[in-house]
């Protein structure tokens, strides 16, 4: 006879209320899985958290076409470096003026990727980056950038990107 009143109890206590909390809990704990499963991409073994956050926004950024907002992991300074296809181009607003020329309107912005393979420390504020970049299908390519730890923050002093 216990045991009936106990499941009964449990039956009438699965109220509309508890059932929304559990189907919320769930969404939630998905959602989570899912942010965690695209920042693993982003994150490389050993890679601080701070630079993974950074990537994220710099994706998120690049992906809603805000250049200006893109570039918050880049060094701001005129001694940055940024090795492309086109060349070296020194100096943060440069590295920016080169970013909004070559993809001038959202359309021709596509949707950035990262995948990180490996952080490499070079010593005990700075570090290598290698990994990888897609827009779409068809445009894609792998960078070394070198991070630099300056004031407390992460940050890009070197990037060398290639198609």
Known sequence: MKEKS???KMETSCTFDSMYKI????????????IVQGQTKIQAPGMPESAVLTM????????TGDIDTFMIGYWESDSLQFIGGGGVTSGYEATLERY???????ASMGHLTFSNRSWTPLG????LLIGS?????????????????????WCIIADHSSD
């Open 133 to 153: 970049w897609r827009l779409n299908e068809d445009v894609g390519g792998m960078y070394s950038l070198v991070w630099r730890k300056i004031k407390g923050k």
């Open 124 to 127: 005990r504020k700075t570090a």
């Open 6 to 8: 106990i499941l009964s």
């Open 100 to 106: 909004k020329k070559s993809y001038p309107d959202v």
């Open 23 to 34: 189907l919320t809990s769930l969404f939630l704990s998905a959602l989570s899985i899912t």
């Open 56 to 63: 994220v926004s710099q994706q998120e950024a690049w992906n």
